[in-house]
């Protein structure tokens, strides 16, 4: 096959969007896409569901992709197939939901099979003890070496701005902890009207437990057009206006890097700007959706503090320990030694405790300097910058995945991971707006004579710099459920969010422009057949 196709030039930071020919509908353009692609080996240090394994009910010490002979025979006996003898099963899914769950990298079960071998072999001095051949580092010093490993993942200027400990929500509590200082004057957070549950509750619940109501102290942003289903994106324009008219009375801003629902890529760098210009104290990203996502440089921005999870975009595992971001500007430390003493919040608002010498924070002993940690001494000296905001001992399994995750990462860029998400997605919307085009599915579930709408839009917005890697898809009405199970039914995996939402993501590590071609082939038969 002739490589007609140059791979598109990517101009997206010129605000131009990838431009693609009329026979670009065709499946051998999506392999010549992926033939250049420079990131294409990628997908081979992933573990990718079969159609067959996703069918799996029970255990049965098979690993899609492996233990299977040359030949197609299973190893020991053991079928995948589970009655179904068609070798289709073993192809592998069109694993498009790496905003949720991100599919497993090969390397993880070395670094788990190290730190197993490590705690079987030398017990407690794993704390302190790196084995020669090994991938991880001793346990304790784990931590600060996944920070070391994220700097180019989050924009840090060094690896004493980011630390790996808890989950996204704990961290999230333990920043406001830190942040979110309320005085009688200032006392507002800004976020934005639909975050993911978990920061709702905890935005919630960090108001009540200062005494203050939601009613009073939360000022919601809402999209510019909220009585259109279709356009909920959120204008950088309105978020300025809305911390203009808060800005004196706010004590801290709080937005997601990307909107969870409609993936929706916020102007990071101008809203904090902003926002810190008019003397907003504190400047926090949930960057869920962002981090391994889209190219950050949260040290630059000037962002007070950040959090994310890992096992999205960056691949660490259901529940793996996650992320924070302090800006180094709350790092300085004047060692004062006088214990049990606060500045109290109602004096003028500043966060740094003046008497401890260090900004506030709630503390645990996994905080305190290395070097004085095993002293055992009843007075805190933490640990230099965000390092110091540990609380407990992390888990060295889930450490050695994250380790195991971000060593992926460290073998490409994010520059590079971004421009392929670019052009993926971009791919994904032409495609999909070829069907809105056609007419695919507007007469599904409509009597003669009845107006037809589309079947479904897209809602996330078509400005590449204002969208990640996802596509968030709005249904009819009514439609959700039957083109779920279609989508299921051909062997694709993405999420769905009630009541009529499709979230897509063709994620640029792992996936590939012929994954794309392939969901939108079984889109159109589930539209057409629902």
Same mark, same amino acid.
């Given at each position: 096959?002739?490589c007609?196709f140059?791979?598109?030039v990517i101009?997206?930071? @010129?605000g !131009?969007?990838? %431009?693609?020919?009329?026979?670009?509908?065709s499946i051998?353009?999506?392999?010549q896409?992926?033939a250049?692609d420079k990131?294409?080996?990628?997908?081979?240090?992933?573990?990718?569901p079969?159609?067959?394994?996703l069918k799996? &009910?029970?255990?049965?010490n098979?690993?899609? =992709?492996?233990?299977?002979? $040359?030949?197609?025979?299973?190893?020991?006996g053991?079928?995948?197939?589970e =009655?179904?003898?068609?070798t289709?099963d073993?192809?592998?899914?069109i694993?498009?939901? /790496?905003n949720?769950? =991100?599919?497993? $990298?090969k390397c993880?079960?070395?670094?788990?099979?190290?730190q197993l071998?490590?705690?079987a072999s030398?017990?407690?001095?794993?704390?302190?003890?790196s084995?020669?051949?090994?991938?991880?580092?001793?346990w304790?010093?784990?931590?600060?070496d996944?920070?070391q490993q994220?700097?180019?993942?989050v924009g840090?200027?060094s690896?004493s701005?980011?630390?790996y400990?808890?989950?996204?929500t704990v961290?999230l509590?333990l920043?406001?902890?830190?942040f979110y200082?309320?005085?009688e004057?200032?006392?507002k957070?800004?976020?934005?009207?639909?975050?993911?549950?978990?920061?709702s509750y905890?935005?919630?619940?960090?108001?009540?437990?200062? *005494?203050?109501? #939601?009613s009073?102290?939360?000022? %919601?942003?809402?999209?510019?057009?909220?009585?259109t289903?279709s356009?909920?994106s959120?204008?950088t324009?309105h978020?300025l206006?809305v911390?203009? !008219?808060?800005?004196?009375?706010?004590?801290?801003?709080l937005? $997601?890097g990307i909107?969870?629902?409609? /993936?929706?890529?916020?102007?990071?760098?101008?809203?904090?700007?902003?926002?810190?210009a008019?003397?907003?104290? +504190?400047?926090?990203?949930?960057?869920?959706h @962002?981090a391994g996502?889209?190219?950050?440089?949260l040290?630059?921005?000037g962002?007070?503090?950040?959090v994310?999870?890992?096992?999205k975009?960056?691949?660490a595992?259901? /529940?793996?320990?996650?992320g924070v971001?302090?800006h180094e &500007?709350?790092?300085?430390h004047h060692?004062?030694?006088?214990?049990n003493?606060?500045?109290?919040?109602?004096?003028?608002g500043?966060?740094?405790?003046?008497t401890?010498?260090?900004r506030?924070r709630l503390? *645990?002993?996994?905080?305190?300097?290395?070097?004085?940690r095993?002293n055992m001494?009843? %007075?805190?000296? $933490?640990? +230099?910058g965000a390092?110091?905001w540990?609380?407990?001992? #992390?888990?060295?399994?889930d450490?050695?995945?994250?380790r195991?995750?971000l060593?992926?990462? =460290?073998?490409t860029?994010?520059?590079?991971l &971004?421009?392929k998400?670019?052009?993926?997605?971009?791919?994904l919307e032409w495609l999909?707006? *070829?069907?809105?085009e056609? /007419?695919v599915?507007t007469s599904m579930?409509?009597t003669?004579g009845?107006?037809g709408?589309?079947?479904?839009?897209i809602?996330?917005p078509a400005?590449?710099?204002?969208?990640g890697?996802q596509l968030?898809?709005?249904?009819?009405e009514g439609?959700?459920?039957?083109?779920?199970?279609?989508?299921? !039914?051909g *062997?694709v995996?993405?999420?769905?969010?009630?009541?009529d939402?499709?979230?897509?993501?063709?994620?640029?590590?792992?996936c590939?422009?012929e994954d794309v071609w392939g969901?939108? !082939?079984?889109?159109k038969?589930?539209?057409?057949g629902?």
């Amino acid at each position: 096959m002739s490589c007609d196709f140059p791979l598109l030039v990517i101009t997206f930071r @010129a605000g !131009e969007k990838p %431009e693609f020919p009329a026979d670009a509908k065709s499946i051998d353009y999506a392999r010549q896409l992926d033939a250049q692609d420079k990131l294409k080996s990628f997908r081979d240090d992933f573990i990718i569901p079969t159609k067959a394994s996703l069918k799996k &009910r029970a255990l049965n010490n098979s690993i899609p =992709g492996e233990n299977k002979l $040359p030949n197609g025979e299973c190893v020991n006996g053991v079928s995948q197939h589970e =009655g179904n003898p068609s070798t289709d099963d073993d192809t592998q899914s069109i694993y498009f939901v /790496g905003n949720s769950l =991100g599919a497993q $990298p090969k390397c993880i079960r070395t670094h788990l099979d190290a730190q197993l071998e490590t705690w079987a072999s030398i017990g407690v001095n794993g704390h302190f003890t790196s084995l020669q051949n090994s991938p991880l580092m001793a346990w304790q010093d784990m931590a600060a070496d996944c920070a070391q490993q994220s700097l180019d993942l989050v924009g840090a200027a060094s690896p004493s701005e980011v630390i790996y400990m808890n989950t996204l929500t704990v961290n999230l509590h333990l920043m406001m902890a830190s942040f979110y200082r309320p005085t009688e004057k200032r006392h507002k957070i800004i976020a934005e009207w639909k975050p993911f549950p978990s920061d709702s509750y905890a935005i919630a619940s960090q108001l009540q437990w200062h *005494g203050l109501s #939601p009613s009073t102290s939360l000022i %919601e942003v809402h999209p510019d057009h909220p009585e259109t289903p279709s356009s909920l994106s959120i204008s950088t324009e309105h978020i300025l206006s809305v911390i203009d !008219e808060h800005a004196d009375s706010t004590a801290l801003l709080l937005l $997601p890097g990307i909107q969870y629902y409609t /993936g929706q890529l916020f102007d990071m760098a101008r809203i904090t700007a902003h926002a810190r210009a008019r003397g907003i104290p +504190a400047v926090g990203w949930d960057l869920a959706h @962002a981090a391994g996502n889209v190219e950050l440089r949260l040290h630059d921005w000037g962002v007070d503090f950040a959090v994310w999870c890992t096992y999205k975009y960056l691949n660490a595992g259901p /529940g793996a320990i996650a992320g924070v971001f302090v800006h180094e &500007r709350h790092h300085h430390h004047h060692h004062h030694h006088h214990a049990n003493t606060n500045t109290n919040p109602e004096s003028g608002g500043t966060a740094v405790d003046d008497t401890l010498g260090y900004r506030h924070r709630l503390a *645990g002993w996994y905080g305190a300097d290395k070097t004085v940690r095993f002293n055992m001494a009843k %007075e805190f000296l $933490p640990a +230099a910058g965000a390092h110091g905001w540990q609380v407990s001992n #992390p888990s060295a399994a889930d450490l050695a995945c994250v380790r195991a995750a971000l060593g992926v990462f =460290g073998r490409t860029s994010m520059r590079e991971l &971004r421009d392929k998400a670019v052009v993926l997605t971009g791919y994904l919307e032409w495609l999909l707006n *070829g069907l809105v085009e056609d /007419g695919v599915g507007t007469s599904m579930g409509r009597t003669e004579g009845e107006e037809g709408e589309p079947a479904f839009r897209i809602i996330t917005p078509a400005n590449p710099l204002e969208r990640g890697s996802q596509l968030s898809l709005l249904l009819r009405e009514g439609l959700l459920e039957k083109v779920s199970g279609k989508l299921a !039914e051909g *062997g694709v995996v993405c999420d769905a969010r009630k009541p009529d939402v499709i979230r897509v993501a063709p994620v640029p590590l792992y996936c590939g422009f012929e994954d794309v071609w392939g969901f939108v !082939e079984v889109f159109k038969r589930a539209l057409e057949g629902a």
